[in-house]
């Protein structure tokens, strides 16, 4: 509880002779460590990320804290732990904003303290305010660290939920970065709008990133990045974002492989989640939902497998009640049974149950609240767009956007083996597209062929369809 409420600046580093480090400045330009909790630990176990202030960036690792007592130690004045810094095993580019010398500094320190190491911290009864750690290196020296205390607006904290970070080499000059080569990277955060909502906050380029761990950057290549931000509790204009990588997108340039770039049925992850792209996802799912006429057949393809495309690789969403991770597909999944069944209890119940309301208009509402947020669920699309079960007539709207969207399925193949198989990115569309064939099917019948297809059909009218959540 103590070490992230300080800023801990280094006041000495003697080797195990007593001899001083010589590659260790002090005064202002001395190393400064800060802490940052990242779960909630019991008190005799903590797990904390480290933030170095010589480079600006969150060092690539977590300490481990384990409670012991020392023998001898006097347990009002003596707190002891053991100390674990345990890294990533990928090499390390410098922290962005980092001159080579700072950024030599820092490595030495980190490595000093990687491994297993004894802790003390002593609160000495006349400075209160100024708590030492003395912490013992890996080759037998010891490192004291003085800390002044941080306001709550100055502590570090996650900043944001996970979002999507863009980044890429130019050969021009930057005002604060640093990598060989006089190479600059600039960067802009992507966060794509929820279920339902309309388009998507994309932040302008900029150089002036404080550093992004767990990320190495290959020359010459261009890269998305799922990440999560830290930085103060109340940054202010000249407290520059620092970013931690939770996963690898997509990367293109020149010199890469097409292995490199994630894709399904034609449609490439970059094509749906680089703002600058004609196909951005978000944008297309803005006009999907003004049923834009001007919507091409590549367009629907782009909405159709690029949703499954960005659920698949974009930020977790956590449920906003609970705080928990929520998987969108299942409750697309539960809420389209709910509403089936309510629509049932609707048509079994007697005509004045309904009221003064029209029992058609309630239909027709129930699925438009539901694509309101789930906009290419394609059986809901197919009810309201054909008029059956939902409506009387059809919604020639409706009708436009589902159309389009069972064609860019029916253009993927022809259905007559798995290597010809339908995409469909749900096994719950197989039925659709089943019945726009007029083929009758018996679910129960549908055979798993492996690697996610499935045949699906009665007696010789089958067809082969891959589907996306059975691989």
């Given at each position: 509880?103590?070490l992230?409420?300080y ?8 080797d195990?002779?007593g001899?001083p480090?010589?590659w260790f400045s002090?005064?202002?330009h ?8 990242e779960?909630a630990?019991s ?8 933030y170095?202030q010589l ?9 481990t ?8 130690a006097d347990?009002?004045?003596d707190?002891?732990w053991e100390?674990?810094?345990r890294r990533?095993?990928h090499?390390?580019v ?5 001159q080579q010398?700072?950024?030599r500094?820092?490595q030495?320190l980190v490595q ?12 000495d009864?006349t ?6 750690l003395?912490v013992?290196d890996?080759f037998?020296g010891v490192?004291?660290f003085?800390g ?7 502590r ?31 960067f ?5 709008g ?5 388009g998507?906050?994309v932040?302008?380029?900029?150089d002036t990133v404080?550093?992004v761990?767990r990320?190495?950057?290959?020359a010459?290549?261009?890269?998305m990045l799922?990440?999560?931000?830290y ?5 202010g ?6 970013y931690r ?6 990367t293109?340039?020149?010199?890469l492989?097409?292995?490199t770039?994630?894709a399904?049925?034609g449609?490439?992850?970059?094509s ?14 803005v006009?999907?939902a ?23 690789l ?6 906003a ?32 149950a ?5 029992p ?5 509402q129930?699925?438009?609240?539901f694509l309101g ?10 009810d309201?767009?054909t ?11 409706v009708?436009?956007v589902f ?5 860019a ?8 083996t798995c290597?010809?198989a339908?995409?469909v990115?749900t096994?719950a569309?197989?039925?659709v597209v089943?019945?726009r ?8 019948e549908d055979?798993?062929?492996g690697?996610g297809?499935v045949r ?6 089958v ?8 691989q």
């Amino acid at each position: 509880m103590l070490l992230p409420g300080y800023r801990w600046q280094l006041s000495s580093a003697l080797d195990r002779d007593g001899k001083p480090y010589s590659w260790f400045s002090f005064g202002k330009h001395a190393p400064v460590l800060e802490f940052m909790r990242e779960d909630a630990a019991s008190s005799s176990t903590a797990s904390l990320l480290v933030y170095s202030q010589l480079c600006q960036r969150q060092v690539d690792g977590r300490l481990t804290l384990r409670r012991f007592q020392m023998q001898g130690a006097d347990p009002q004045r003596d707190v002891a732990w053991e100390l674990t810094l345990r890294r990533a095993a990928h090499e390390r580019v410098p922290a962005l904003t980092c001159q080579q010398a700072a950024y030599r500094t820092e490595q030495r320190l980190v490595q000093m303290l990687s491994g297993g190491h004894a802790l003390r911290m002593r609160v000495d009864q006349t400075k209160n305010d100024r708590p030492q750690l003395e912490v013992q290196d890996g080759f037998g020296g010891v490192l004291r660290f003085e800390g002044r205390a941080l306001g709550e607006a100055d502590r570090l904290q996650l900043q944001a939920p996970e979002l999507l970070l863009q980044v890429k080499e130019t050969p021009a000059p930057c005002r604060v970065t640093w990598l060989p080569g006089e190479r600059c990277l600039r960067f802009r955060e992507v966060l794509l709008g929820t279920a339902g909502a309309d388009g998507a906050h994309v932040s302008d380029w900029t150089d002036t990133v404080l550093g992004v761990d767990r990320y190495s950057h290959v020359a010459g290549s261009e890269v998305m990045l799922r990440v999560k931000r830290y930085g103060k509790a109340t940054a202010g204009a000249d407290d520059h974002p620092a970013y931690r990588a939770e996963r690898l997108l997509w990367t293109r340039g020149a010199d890469l492989g097409p292995d490199t770039m994630p894709a399904v049925a034609g449609v490439t992850a970059a094509s749906v989640l680089d703002p600058d792209a004609a196909m951005f996802f978000p944008a297309l799912q803005v006009r999907f939902a003004s049923r834009d006429r001007s919507l091409t057949a590549a367009a629907f393809a782009h909405l159709y497998y690029g949703n499954w495309l960005q659920r698949e690789l974009g930020p977790t969403r956590l449920d906003a009640e609970s705080g928990f991770p929520s998987t969108e597909a299942m409750m697309e999944v539960a809420e389209y049974l709910a509403l089936r069944r309510q629509l049932h209890a609707l048509a079994q119940a007697d005509a004045s149950a309904a009221g003064a309301l029209n029992p058609v208009d309630v239909r027709k509402q129930g699925y438009r609240d539901f694509l309101g947020r789930y906009p290419l669920h394609l059986n809901a699309l197919e009810d309201l767009a054909t008029g059956e079960g939902a409506a009387a007539a059809e919604d020639p709207d409706v009708r436009f956007v589902f159309d389009g969207l069972l064609d860019a399925i029916l253009a993927t193949g022809d259905g007559a083996t798995c290597d010809s198989a339908y995409v469909v990115t749900t096994s719950a569309d197989i039925g659709v597209v089943l019945r726009r064939l007029s083929l009758p099917r018996r679910p129960d019948e549908d055979l798993r062929q492996g690697a996610g297809c499935v045949r699906a059909g009665v007696g010789q009218a089958v067809k082969y369809f891959l589907a996306l959540d059975l691989q």
